[in-house]
């Protein structure tokens, strides 16, 4: 069962709309191809200084392991998907926007709408990937500490965030 608290959209037949022709969707296997394809493109970039092999090597997991395990929302405009996001509980284990795409409030409306669906979240991203620490930074997130990415040897930040207005309204109660 899905619930959508959504602020200045419309829900139709299980879409959500925000403006013409555009919303976000929980993800179909049908759509996993061009998610695996966003990933890649957008994790050579912004991920510069981790071999370009292990991205390659990781296509085929990212489509038959990861995406299936997690719970994955796209963002589409005109039946083009631009982005996505897949949830593993509370943990955000992927936000990846198109390369075209990147830096017009995509991934924030992303963020914005599993947001909505939970009380805290967290997340790992490399320390080196500067310009998503401050994205998340600014969007409410909090350094926990650094850690160690296992597979890449790269520093990494465990980052969390929470609803304190969930938490307050759980004490008026």
């Known amino acids: 069962m899905n619930i959508y608290v959504v602020i200045d959209s419309i829900i139709l037949q299980g879409r959500i709309i925000r403006g013409k022709g555009m919303g976000i969707r929980r993800a179909k296997e049908t759509d996993?191809?061009?998610?695996?394809?966003?990933w890649y493109q957008a994790s050579i970039k912004a991920h510069y200084f981790v071999k370009l092999d292990f991205w390659t090597s990781m296509k085929e997991e990212m489509k038959i392991k990861y995406l299936p395990m997690s719970t994955t929302y796209v963002i589409e405009e005109k039946n083009t998907i631009i982005g996505f996001v897949s949830m593993v509980d509370n943990y955000?284990?992927?936000?990846?926007?198109?390369?075209?795409y990147q830096r017009k409030g995509y991934g924030k409306e992303l963020l914005n709408f599993i947001k909505t669906q939970h009380n805290d979240l967290h997340l790992k991203v490399y320390q080196q990937n500067i310009n998503t620490v401050l994205f998340y930074l600014k969007n409410g997130f909090v350094i926990l500490r650094q850690l160690i990415d296992e597979?890449?040897?790269?520093?990494?930040?465990?980052?969390i965030w929470r609803n304190i207005y969930r938490d307050i309204n759980k004490t008026r109660e």
């Open 151 to 159: 597979d890449t040897d790269e520093k990494e930040y465990l980052m």
């Open 92 to 100: 955000l284990a992927a936000l990846f926007i198109d390369i075209k």
């Open 32 to 38: 996993y191809d061009k998610l695996v394809e966003v």
